[in-house]
């Protein structure tokens, strides 16, 4: 499948994000070649290790850059490699932040019509004693925007509306549960107990109990649903703005509207489908004071995560148990119980907090207060990235936990940190080859046998399976989980960057999992996943920042390493290094970040002029009126209040918006067929 | 002279700029008498210096920390204290940005009509193989803003112009000299010779020389200006575009106009007389050379000053004399002389750094491209800053030269850094006073004498005036020097925040150096100083920023202070105050910074409907025909090779202009006698 396919078809989040693999072969593999060529002959006849007696060492090790005696000019050839790989990654990673941003040019240009292209999100609307929050939005736009404002939609708070929605839906499944019970076995009139999860209470007809239990509930929805549209307190202080022209759009999202910077805060929309709805209405100081929290929450996770885990595995020992439930003594005296529980519990609560992390740091992101699913997704991948730095790589390079770390650096110099971690890189690259081949390759395979969804699909099968709904609900294949996928790649890369100067052995190991990643991710995202969103590769600046800061770290480690072994006269060619790299980085930066957060004027008149000559009777109006409702009201529930337009009949738009729905089904169809 | 009177009397820029003083008695008032009421007594009373024998301490240093035993309950009380002092500087400094931040917005609305309001500096315009520049900018603005776009200017390439234009000033200059000369002594006609300054060469009648030479440069500089205007290689890829309302020209300048960031950059205009002409035309790529190169440089500027000043003097000393000049040393070996150099030349090579300092400092700026004065300058002080803190603050209390304390420092762990510098606070205060009374007052004084003006006129006046033209230029009383002055009045700040806690004795002093400097530079800026460009207070986003360093200092300093002082449990309670800082900073950047480096497009619209209901006949193409052209071309030489306008004789803003010209003059006329 040729790439333009690829994006039509998986859309260009997906598509960018297989490029992260393509990416790693394309710097690697240069890299591999040239150490192989240089490097590993320089290493090899070094001779060092076999002159000292009583050590211990293996091959790889005598391809290390621990084979080269102290002080030997050899070391030029690696601070030479160094600065070619760097100028290597350089050249790559330019051209790759090019491209991405080309294509995202592209793709936004070439997409259809969208809401979110004529929409801004404004939030923080200030409060107006006189007016209502749809009336003050009107009119603040009507004045400031007065030739490009077209219409706007309110936010309602509809989270106890949601609430509803989501216990009618599941009664209603318990309810298809007994039809579909009673159907197949008429005998018998399944019944159920009243009380909580049906396990006490007293015993009732099930069909009459649910079928009153939801007349209920769709009662109370209405209820609800009629408070939520007429209350005005049920309207939060941010809308969707809706222009007439691309133009005005992108005009408005990037400029100030007022002096007082923290109201009236425009964003160009995420597209409806990305929104966060919940995150609509925080005021701007008690933003501030979230992000402050989560940061200070974040420090703490990442460096005092063992402190619980400690805790509960105190707890969870042998003796701990037989404290807390002594009955059990005899139990767990027994001597296969015993080991068994004295070899798995202690991991199992880290393996545990492991699982959990991303949903942990998705929560973190969720409180930051951001208003679209990427942008939680990025900022949650952020956070992983910086715990994976901490307690992966630094954890297994420095004995101890990220605390002790932490308290090591805080009393160690800044130019002996790096030594430290530096001098134990090349003794720690068999541990790595064999984390690539467990964590990496094995993490693949998993992947294309798609294992975990395999294990998962049958487990709620039989456990909370009951009817054709919930199956296919558990049938759904996922989508790339960007939040810790990607930050798992740029573990990759950061070792392959730290050791292409070290220990060159460890880079082919690098290059099949890139390989091997690239062709099994590339199969699932034709044949598996569906989309949740698309953001159009809204986080690779993301990405080119990481890989920036894991070609800082190589090169400050290399820098420590080299400090140790008496190359004082090449130290500081090596400083120049990370200098370079960070210039790179603020160049990068602007030239290529705006593509991703900001909306060039001259696409938008483009566009708007193209438009304009190929379909002149289009009413944008009717097209935008429900594009943004919150997700409970959809389904033409949501009675309008305003005045209906009289070219409301226009049938244009909304058979697009049917034929797109359609498509997105179907596609769900076959990949949830190809998944299972 | 009451706040708004003194507005419109010398400009935002100097009235905020004093507001700095009055903020420094604002923050540093309270904060004494609390000082003094609590930390005094519990200093005073701690009674450790007098136990240790063999120990000489001024009363000073018993009121300082020092006089607490380790581990004394009474640290309780200095952290409180800092808590306090903390809390107070923020408030005083978030309600002073924020009224800052409402008087520049106040100042902007209320301004009469100017050219920079409607303005967008466009640069780095791509170049077109089909068109020139001028009409490449107006199709580009044309189909991009096509309700906005108004006319614009492009900007030429005069540097050659400005020489010659120079050039022949200077020559007229002598021509009046040596015409005065004759006049008033007809007997002997005034000769000169032809060469380099008149020192050699052919011996000439100097009035026939001066009127030839100044008729050839007069027919080089028409020949230049014709090249100019009609050469197209001249134009140099920028453009100063307008637009026909305040709403446009905000839109344009907080956009994106293409999908390459690199080109088409846009920003507001400043002011006409604030621009820097030369740095227009640099492109992209080289900027951020020369910001990498700046960078580099102004660090090795900073920590290896000491490097040439150091080898100039030991060139100047008296053996290095005797060896250059074998034949002076029978003259510097006499007594007297000899004791005269040696005490002079070591420090002299150190006060000529530091005179020509902002020099440099300034050129560095100008290397790094900023385009209008008062950003220049702004740059020049952020550099200025970290000079001052680095050389002086940490180089008085720590020993050694910068570059050592680089050394030091770097092989000093994070938390050992504080603690070396926090140790010799206290000590230093006596110093430190002394500084403030040295330094402090007497600049003062030696301001309010006019000391160095009255100097440098009278030297001027023997050595370099010619005419009357001449002695005007060395009577100009200057300007408030921001990129010298605001850094120095940091200084203060940062050694209140810092002995504030410390040696409470030192604050006395802090506040008489800024309420006498209030009162001085009010009176000099009332009755003395010109101003040379307006930009609305746009510095106050790094006088904050600076108040928010020189407190996180004072936090750290403390912190290694009491490490050391054995009061472990009341170290965290410290840790939070850096944190809370920088969260503090970023809540006011997000507040207020706006305000200062965007434009709102509610306060535009405002403006821009006022004028269209109080002036609707303007004609605002005229108006801002000519706002943009270098200074060489004012003066109506400059031919307009544009289609003149058919409204183009409307009389009404010809007249604007000249009385603001006329007032300006005006009151530099008053400000001059005053200053002479």
Redesign the interface.
């Known amino acids: 499948m040729p790439e333009p396919e690829l994006i039509d078809h998986a859309g260009l989040d997906s598509v960018v994000y297989i490029r992260i693999y393509l990416m790693g072969l394309k710097i690697f593999v240069p890299i591999t070649l040239l150490a192989f060529a240089v490097l590993v002959p320089v290493n090899w006849t070094g001779g060092t290790l076999e002159q000292i007696k009583d050590l211990t060492f293996s091959n790889i090790d005598k391809l290390s850059i621990s084979n080269i005696p102290p002080g030997s000019k050899r070391f030029c050839a690696h601070v030479l490699m160094s600065y070619i790989f760097t100028f290597w990654t350089f050249y790559v990673i330019y051209k790759e932040y090019k491209t991405t941003?080309f294509m995202r040019?592209q793709f936004l240009a070439s997409e259809s019509r969208r809401p979110d292209q004529f929409t801004v999100l404004v939030r923080n609307v200030p409060p107006d004693p006189d007016e209502s929050v749809t009336e003050h939005v009107e009119h603040f736009f009507c004045?400031?925007?007065p030739?490009h404002y077209l219409t706007h939609q309110v936010v309602y708070n509809a989270n106890k509306l949601a609430n509803l929605v989501a216990k009618k839906k599941s009664l209603q499944n318990w309810l298809t549960y007994h039809q579909n019970k009673y159907e197949r076995n008429p005998s018998s009139k399944p019944t159920t107990k009243t009380g909580f999860w049906g396990l006490w209470g007293t015993r009732v007809d099930a069909i009459d109990y649910y079928t009153a239990e939801i007349g209920k509930l769709s009662e109370e929805e209405d209820k609800e649903r009629e408070r939520v549209i007429n209350d005005p307190n049920a309207v939060v202080p941010a809308a969707f703005v809706s222009f007439k022209s691309r133009w005005g759009a992108?005009?408005c999202a990037?400029?100030?509207?007022?002096?007082n910077?923290?109201i009236w805060l425009t964003e160009r929309a995420p597209e409806p489908r990305d929104v966060y709805w919940d995150n609509l209405a925080i005021p701007?100081?008690e933003l501030?004071i979230r992000?402050?929290l989560v940061a200070?929450g974040l420090f703490f996770l990442i460096f005092f995560f063992m402190l619980p885990i400690a805790f509960v595995q105190s707890l969870a020992s042998i003796e701990g148990i037989e404290k807390v439930f002594p009955f059990l003594k005899p139990v767990i005296e027994m001597k296969f119980i015993k080991s068994l529980v004295q070899g798995i519990l202690p991991g199992i609560a880290l393996k545990i907090f492991l699982i959990v992390l991303p949903i942990i740091l998705i929560i973190m992101s969720k409180i930051e207060g951001f208003t679209s699913l990427s942008s939680l997704d990025r900022r949650s991948a952020v956070k992983y990235h910086l715990f994976l730095l901490v307690n992966v790589f630094v954890g297994s390079i420095v004995t101890g936990t990220a605390m002790d770390q932490l308290k090591t650096?805080?009393?160690?110099?800044?130019?002996?940190i790096p030594k430290t971690i530096g001098v134990s890189i090349p003794l720690k690259a068999t541990f790595f080859i064999t984390y690539i081949m467990v964590d990496g390759w094995s993490a693949i395979a998993a992947e294309i046998l798609r294992l975990v969804p395999l294990v998962m699909f049958h487990l709620k099968n039989t456990f909370l399976v009951k009817t054709e709904q919930d199956r296919d609900q558990a049938m759904d294949p996922g989508c790339v989980d960007f939040a810790t996928s990607e930050p798992r790649i740029q573990f990759y890369f950061l070792l392959g960057l730290v050791y292409a100067a070290v220990t060159p052995l460890l880079l082919p190991f690098i290059i099949v999992f890139f390989a091997f990643s690239y062709t099994v991710f590339r199969h699932q995202i034709i044949n598996v996943y569906n989309q949740k969103y698309e953001s159009g590769a809204a986080f690779w600046p993301d990405v080119h920042r990481r890989l920036i800061i894991g070609l800082i770290i190589a090169q400050l480690l290399l820098l420590g390493l080299m400090s140790t072994k008496e190359a004082r006269e090449l130290t500081p060619l090596l400083v120049a290094l990370p200098?370079l790299t960070i210039?790179f980085h603020?160049?990068c930066k602007?030239?290529?970040?705006?593509?991703f957060v900001?909306?060039?004027?001259?696409?938008a008149?483009v566009r708007d002029t193209l438009e304009r000559a190929t379909d002149p009777n289009l009413n944008l109006k009717m097209y935008l009126q429900d594009a943004y409702i919150h997700p409970v009201f959809r389904g033409g529930e949501l009675e309008r209040p305003e005045i209906i337009d009289e070219e409301e009949d226009n049938p244009l738009v909304p058979t697009t918006r049917n034929s797109q729905k359609s498509q997105s089904k179907y596609s769900s169809d076959v990949s949830s067929g190809a998944g299972s």
Chains 1, 2 share one sequence.
């Open positions: 941003a040019l004045v400031n925007h030739d992108a005009v990037q400029t100030q509207q007022t002096s910077p923290t701007y100081f501030t992000r402050l200070v650096f805080l009393n160690q110099s800044a130019t002996e200098i210039w603020v160049f602007g030239r290529f970040e705006s593509a900001k909306f060039p004027l001259q696409d008149m």
